[in-house]
């Protein structure tokens, strides 16, 4: 053996790491930006739906809440009158609007459990429809904020008692929700899956 020689560093290299910074993404984006003109479209259209005009303007619809247990749906708009079991998409202009104000116009997908002339009652937090119950109010929303159940009464001509199905669905079982007016459904929906 050779001892003359020093032994070499056999430690694999480390890649060096250039900084990126934001003039070269901007450059990066000039370059490529048909890769980020979907996603600045998307990201328009979502603002100017959710701020501008929510309601729906092609005839399929896609459901992203527990609400109802169906994603996609296909719209028939300025149907007729909805009948109870029918499911609806309407513009929410609920009280609720007032501490949610993100919600107002938003379109909602609920079942038609109530027409007009039908019976409201509450007892606690149970909620029912001539006598049938139809669900049960919660005590509070995602953020802590107390709700009150719906006032029991007669569904005045004109009004909806929707409803969805999972239990955290914010419908007509609350006060800030409230009855949907006729003027407010969108149309009928029927589910597709």
Excluded: C
């Amino acid at each position: 053996m050779n001892t003359s020689q020093p032994l070499e560093d056999v430690r694999p290299s480390r890649p060096t790491r250039t900084r990126f910074g934001a003039q070269d993404f901007l450059r990066h984006m000039r370059r490529r930006w048909y890769l980020y003109l979907p996603i600045f479209a998307i990201w328009g259209l979502a603002y100017l739906r959710l701020f501008v005009d929510a309601t729906p303007r092609v005839p399929v619809l896609f459901n992203w809440t527990p609400s109802l247990p169906y994603r996609v749906a296909l719209l028939h708009p300025g149907s007729s009158m909805p009948h109870r079991g029918d499911f609806v998409v309407f513009a929410f202009e609920g009280d609720g609007i007032r501490r949610y104000p993100g919600l107002a116009k938003q379109p909602f997908f609920k079942i038609v459990r109530g027409l007009p002339g039908d019976t409201i009652s509450v007892a606690g937090r149970e909620v029912r429809i001539n006598g049938e119950l139809v669900g049960i109010a919660k005590t509070h929303a995602f953020d802590r904020h107390p709700l009150e159940p719906i006032m029991p009464g007669v569904i005045p001509p004109g009004r909806y008692y929707v409803q969805g199905l999972s239990t955290d669905s914010f419908d007509s079982r609350y006060r800030e929700s409230g009855l949907v007016r006729a003027e407010q459904v969108i149309g009928v929906v029927d589910p597709l899956f």
